[in-house]
């Protein structure tokens, strides 16, 4: 299983940016697919999830109305659309896969593969 993030970079207050998770070996019926993030000094941190089957989102409260996951079957790929970035919104960002396990989608322990992480960096 691989999954390689890649879309990070810096960019001033109020800026977008679009993040790319691409999976290779799932077996993608019963998969959440997830974006975490890592600023320094802090715990890693649920950001968004999407189920791959159905399309069913769910977001943290600090990002829903900016940011948004979507999916393409097509490319196995998963996206993080974000809008009016801010500076705490800056972290290394990490995107994951439940793998088909059960589990609540905002908590890491439910994710068992992980992408090496994109860093983001918000300047105000």
């Known amino acids: 299983v691989q999954l390689q993030a890649s879309g990070g970079g810096l960019v001033q207050s109020g800026g977008a940016l679009r993040l790319s998770c691409a999976a290779s070996?799932?077996?993608?019926?019963?998969?959440?697919m997830a974006w975490f993030r890592q600023a320094p000094g802090k715990e890693r941190e649920f950001v968004a999830c999407i189920n791959w089957s159905d399309g069913t989102t769910y977001y943290a409260d600090s990002v829903k109305g900016r940011f948004t996951i979507s999916r393409d079957n097509a490319k196995k790929t998963v996206y993080l659309q974000m809008n009016s970035l801010k500076p705490e919104d800056t972290a290394v960002y990490y995107c994951a896969s439940n793998g088909g396990n059960s589990g609540a989608p905002y908590r890491r322990q439910t994710y068992n593969y992980w992408g090496q992480g994109t860093q983001v960096t918000v300047s105000s």
């Open positions: 070996g799932l077996a993608f019926s019963n998969n959440i």
